[in-house]
């Protein structure tokens, strides 16, 4: 940078001395330089990401970041899966209140600095019944995709008398058959349209078609009937399950010898299922449409495939699905069409069925695309790894396929079609769920470490399972760990897991005479202690958690066995002797044992004869405790006759 300034204070004449000198003390002429040709590049298209991309590429995924989508921010980034539902639906509402501000006072909103203009900084034209329009005005709503101005500006045109071709028609009803005359979400909305498509799948609804409705209208109006009116409309009514009457319109074009295309029929190949109840009629069916596309010279496409393999995996006959999925991929490698994900994932759903023989079909398929990347292709493209995880886990329990589909996942771009967050979350709980259980506890804790909490926070099912892997192999010392992170992860308030917290640590006694392990005394004691208060706090919230005897009796082994956690154990029995009455059930004898032996240690004789008297008062074994009391402590006169008065003078004589 200096040179290059050092150089531009030269003048003209002696620059290119100056270079061709070397020195800048001896002058020469230079020579004069020869003729070069300078090739201009083609301009290649880059989309507005491109740039980010190329410098994501070079850094990878950071797995102790959180996702993009959340702000960088401690007290902002998401330690739950309702937080991180919360925290990109609470993004997206900030974005429609800006563009709510930005249409509500549009008049500071009209100048333009940027040039070119950006549109979607300028608000959006409003039309009313008095606005002037011109079918130019309609032409350009639709190829904007704007449904209700244009639907508007269609019926004020009509109003006024405008004529309006069947070219614009046609475009209007392509428009209005895609939403069914329904204002779509916006494009940028991509969490929001994520969790409707769930929960709309949820729900499973049926028709939604809107008969009667403005797309019949258009298709009425539009003279002579073409290929594209039909194929807009059947298409519309097959997407919104108006199948019968989808189904009725493709048999009358096939009587008035007009020619559909492709899509049209894999829309109706797709509805199949719905059209006829048995395994053979659907079969049948998709034969006779496949027929009439020979007859009509259609070539199959990628769409066809997958149509027919989603209504294959409807065939409740699980044997004829499968055959009839092994002749028609043989059929459509000879036509030349190449499978997607999607495809890979219809396979999976036909062979691997829950009450079905194993098949170990995804062998095959990932020997064919192991190393592969792909591209969108297909809608159902996105199902593929949630899928092939879960035969993994549930039809194989096989670690080393999940191991292949994992690097399948991460090989190039193959990530982004993981799908929405939904389907990314049910890919890593199968995931993490076969892995602990097959995995040693160490390898385990290695990719839990990796994958948690900001890829993925583990559901209060796959933590049991965890715990459960942790309980088998003994290890203790993972358990601080993971009792913070449900802690982080608001598992507090589930009861089972809070048992088995306790009980993998009452059970698995820390050997102190370990290096690795003479501290986890004190720590059991500090997530046991933890506990008890998170249970005390959750009596003034809504998710309630009650305590049992069980678990005090856990809670009060563990402090016992913290050498610094008397007091507190202390504390913790005299709750359980106060509220005895409405705690259900009792703590473990040995609990009391331990607690008694802890009074002993530290020279407490009343807490130790409370002790007694509580097992006195539940029926439980005094013997073996009065023995230790009796020896354990040189007893006053009046804790002699405290205990006198619990076991009686006849055992004291023994």
Same mark, same amino acid.
């Given at each position: ?14 620059l290119a001395r100056h270079i061709a000198s070397g020195n800048g003390t001896h002058y ?261 449409? !496949? ?8 070539? $199959?496409? *990628? /769409? #066809?495939?997958?149509? =027919? @393999? ?18 028609? !991929? ?8 190449? $499978?997607? *994900? /999607? #495809?890979?994932?219809? =396979? @999976? ?32 493209? #996105? ?137 986890l005394p004190e720590q059991c004691a500090k997530v046991a202690l933890d506990m008890y ?54 703590p473990a004898e040995s609990a009391l044992s331990e607690y008694v032996e802890a009074t ?55």
């Amino acid at each position: 940078m200096y040179l290059t300034r050092q150089l531009r204070l030269l003048p003209s004449s002696s620059l290119a001395r100056h270079i061709a000198s070397g020195n800048g003390t001896h002058y020469t002429t230079a020579a004069p330089p020869a003729a070069e040709h300078i090739e201009i590049p083609k301009r290649i298209e880059r989309s507005p990401t491109d740039l980010l991309q190329a410098l994501a590429s070079t850094v990878g995924r950071d797995s102790t970041a959180p996702h993009y989508k959340y702000h960088d921010d401690p007290f902002l980034i998401p330690t739950s899966n309702v937080a991180k539902r919360t925290y990109t639906l609470s993004k997206e509402a900030g974005r429609k209140a800006a563009n709510w501000i930005k249409e509500e006072h549009r008049e500071l909103f009209m100048h333009q600095e940027a040039q070119p203009p950006i549109e979607k900084f300028a608000p959006s034209m409003v039309y009313t019944e008095e606005s002037e329009v011109d079918t130019s005005s309609l032409q350009q709503l639709i190829a904007q995709g704007e449904l209700a101005d244009a639907v508007l500006v269609y019926n004020l045109l009509e109003n006024k008398g405008i004529e309006v071709n069947d070219a614009l028609k046609q475009s209007l009803l392509e428009l209005v058959c895609f939403y069914n005359n329904q204002e779509p979400l916006p494009e940028e909305y991509i969490e929001e349209r994520w969790f409707l498509q769930n929960s709309r799948r949820r729900e499973r609804h049926g028709k939604t078609w809107k008969d009667g409705d403005l797309a019949e209208k258009l298709y009425a109006a539009i003279e002579p009937k073409t290929p594209q009116s039909y194929a807009a409309l059947i298409r519309g009514m097959a997407k919104y399950l108006q199948c019968e009457r989808a189904y009725a319109l493709l048999q009358e074009a096939n009587e008035r010898q007009i020619q559909l295309d492709t899509n049209t029929y894999n829309a109706i190949i797709q509805i199949v299922s719905l059209l006829k109840d048995t395994a053979d009629q659907r079969w049948q069916l998709c034969t006779v449409l !496949l027929n009439q596309m020979a007859e009509q010279q259609l070539h $199959p496409n *990628l /769409g #066809t495939l997958n149509a =027919l @393999l989603e209504c294959i995996s409807t065939f409740g006959n699980f044997k004829l699905a499968r055959s009839s999925a092994l002749k028609v !991929l043989p059929e459509f490698k000879q036509l030349g069409v190449t $499978p997607s *994900l /999607g #495809t890979y994932y219809y =396979l @999976l759903i036909i062979f691997c069925r829950e009450r079905a023989p194993v098949s170990h079909v995804i062998v095959d398929i990932l020997n064919d695309i192991g190393g592969k990347q792909f591209k969108v292709e297909h809608p159902k493209d #996105t199902y593929f790894f949630a899928t092939a995880m879960d035969v993994c886990r549930n039809h194989l329990n096989d670690k080393a396929l999940a191991k292949k589909v994992d690097e399948l996942l991460h090989t190039g771009n193959n990530y982004d079609l993981i799908g929405d967050s939904f389907k990314e979350s049910i890919y890593y709980r199968n995931y993490l769920a076969l892995l602990c259980q097959t995995q040693s506890i160490e390898d385990f804790m290695q990719t839990y470490d990796v994958l948690v909490p900001n890829i993925y926070i583990p559901e209060p099912g796959i933590m049991e399972e965890i715990l459960r892997a942790i309980e088998i192999n003994g290890a203790v010392e993972h358990v601080p760990r993971i009792w913070s992170d449900m802690v982080i992860f608001d598992h507090t308030h589930r009861e089972s897991l809070l048992l088995y917290v306790l009980r993998i640590m009452v059970n698995n006694r820390p050997n102190a005479e370990l290096p690795a392990q003479q501290q986890l005394p004190e720590q059991c004691a500090k997530v046991a202690l933890d506990m008890y208060n998170k249970i005390e706090e959750s009596a003034k919230r809504a998710r309630k958690v009650s305590f049992t005897g069980q678990m005090l009796g856990d809670i009060l082994t563990l402090l016992v066995r913290g050498d610094s956690s008397f007091d507190k154990a202390s504390e913790v029995f005299a709750y359980i002797d106060k509220q005895q009455h409405r705690i259900p059930g009792t703590p473990a004898e040995s609990a009391l044992s331990e607690y008694v032996e802890a009074t002993v240690l530290n020279k407490a004789p009343s807490q130790a004869l409370m002790a007694l008297q509580y097992a006195v008062e539940n029926n439980m074994e005094t013997i073996a405790l009065a023995k230790r009391i009796n020896e354990g402590f040189t007893l006053s006169e009046v804790h002699l006759a405290k205990l006198k008065s619990l076991v009686g003078e006849s055992f004291l004589d023994k």
